[in-house]
């Protein structure tokens, strides 16, 4: 079976970069550990400024997200991801993400399907992706001469 053949992977966090969230913002920084074309999945660190608001968005499909560092939630929430918490959101769910004052958060993200980010109108500006986030981290390795993994591959 070919699944058989999927070899089991170990990425190094050194060996992957922080990369902005171009066009979105210049603070806030992506760490692309994999990147699913078949499940339409990504999976990456995500580290921000406190006091940052990123742009409301929709998704398509589930988000886990854990909480490593800093204290954030959702403008449309009461509750409030710190340190060791876990966050599930429901496909179809939208929402905007606010980290808050004191530390910078770090989140690790296992994200299914797309990112659809809205306006004030709650009309589509953008749209982010499994691919959209490649084209990202292609071009920031191209504009900083270092050598691209293929985080779409599965096994060795």
């Not at 060996?15 to 913002?25: E, K, M, Q, T």
């Not at 340190?83 to 004052?101: I, M, Y």
């Not at 500006?125 to 985080?151: G, H, Q, S």
Request: hydrophobic share 40%; charged share 20%.
């Amino acid at each position: 079976m070919f699944y058989e053949k999927v070899a089991t992977e170990c990425i190094d966090d050194a060996s992957i970069p922080w990369v902005p969230f171009a066009p979105y913002s210049a603070d806030v920084l992506l760490k692309y550990f994999k990147l699913d074309p078949t499940r339409g999945e990504t999976i990456t660190l995500l580290k921000a400024p406190a006091g940052t608001e990123m742009p409301k968005h929709h998704h398509t499909g589930t988000v886990i997200v854990y909480t490593l560092k800093g204290r954030w939630k959702y403008a449309e929430h009461d509750w409030v991801a710190g340190q060791g918490s876990v966050v599930f959101e429901t496909a179809g769910s939208s929402h905007t993400p606010v980290s808050l004052p004191g530390e910078e958060i770090i989140t690790f993200n296992i994200v299914q399907g797309d990112l659809i980010y809205l306006n004030d109108d709650n009309q589509v500006i953008a749209m982010e992706n499994w691919k959209t986030a490649f084209d990202r981290y292609l071009a920031y390795c191209e504009a900083n001469d270092l050598v691209p993994k293929d985080l779409t591959a599965f096994g060795g």
